[in-house]
């Protein structure tokens, strides 16, 4: 287990809303023979606070959910026109995997088809980059007409709300923290059935930090795909994760992000970290990985 991991979690809001919502949904996130809770698969361990959304393209929804598995509310949406996951600029698809949200735009600065608000994402984001997936410009944004986001699939590829929505939404959304997991439909799991997954990647990512700590390169080196750790290597820090969590992008592909505070020689640190790791031979391996100061702010021009 991770060290000086908190375990802090306010307790979950309650509103008739939310009330509503799980009784909608009780039949689908609850076992009907065993009476144990299903979560969605693709949230692996959902931290100790903020929510989660997760967009299902097959019902033309949006869900919230808070760091206890608890669905917040669910809202309409349209996305792109044609279906499947996005793998080229132009194709009208919506990307299918996990997504940051990295710029808030106003809508008096844009034209009026986007509503009053539009949320950027890092599509294409590290995973995709590898798969030489091809656009930019996928957005979580209102719209203008009303009546639109009654006609399913009719997005050129962004997810697309109302405006009482989107103002609703971004209430909840912190750049580069608040992630947007695009599925084509929901699969769900008894929570027990993520234990070992969940625990496989605790204990790879204490290895990454105790390796770091300690001075062990080549154990470091080693949880990287090629030469990918170099860069990252500093010896004579210590190292403190929290509010790790960890979300799944495809079959063999797993999002973790944390916020961390390293102390040694530049004296102390704080920064959230992104890492990108893709199941391998013999477990997990770093493909990718970045990480925003607490003091600056995500360069969305930095192609990670």
């Not at 065993?34 to 989660?52: C, D, F, H, T």
């Not at 008894?190 to 990454?208: D, M, P």
Request: aromatic residues 10%; glycine residues 10%.
């Amino acid at each position: 287990m991770i060290r000086r991991f908190s375990l802090e979690k306010p307790p979950p809001r309650r509103s008739w809303i939310w009330v509503l919502v799980l009784l909608t949904w009780g039949l689908v996130q609850w076992d009907a023979q065993g009476g144990e809770r299903k979560v969605p698969a693709s949230i692996i361990y959902p931290g100790e606070k903020g929510r989660i959304i997760i967009v299902e393209k097959s019902t033309q929804r949006l869900l919230v959910y808070d760091h206890n598995y608890n669905l917040i509310e669910t809202f309409r949406v349209t996305t792109g026109k044609k279906r499947g996951d996005k793998q080229r600029e132009g194709d009208l698809k919506t990307p299918e995997g996990v997504y940051f949200f990295i710029d808030i735009i106003d809508g008096s600065n844009l034209p009026s088809r986007y509503g009053v608000m539009a949320i950027v994402t890092d599509y294409p984001n590290p995973f995709d980059r590898l798969k030489k997936k091809t656009g930019s410009g996928i957005w979580l944004h209102a719209t203008d007409e009303p009546e639109r986001i009654k006609r399913a699939f009719d997005s050129r590829g962004c997810v697309v709300v109302t405006n009482n929505d989107i103002v609703r939404l971004s209430q909840w959304i912190e750049l580069m923290e608040t992630p947007m997991i695009i599925v084509e439909k929901v699969d769900y799991i008894r929570e027990k059935g993520l234990s070992s997954l969940r625990e496989e990647v605790f204990g790879f990512l204490e290895r990454w930090r105790s390796a770091m700590e300690e001075g062990k390169k080549g154990v470091f080196l080693s949880l990287y795909e090629g030469k990918g750790g170099l860069p990252m290597y500093r010896s004579g820090y210590t190292l403190d994760i929290r509010n790790i969590r960890i979300l799944r992008h495809g079959r063999k592909e797993v999002v973790v992000y944390f916020n961390e505070v390293s102390r040694g020689g530049k004296g102390t640190e704080e920064a959230l970290r992104h890492l990108y790791l893709v199941r391998r031979e013999g477990g997990f391996r770093i493909v990718r990985e970045r990480a925003v100061k607490k003091s600056q702010k995500y360069d969305k021009t930095s192609g990670m």
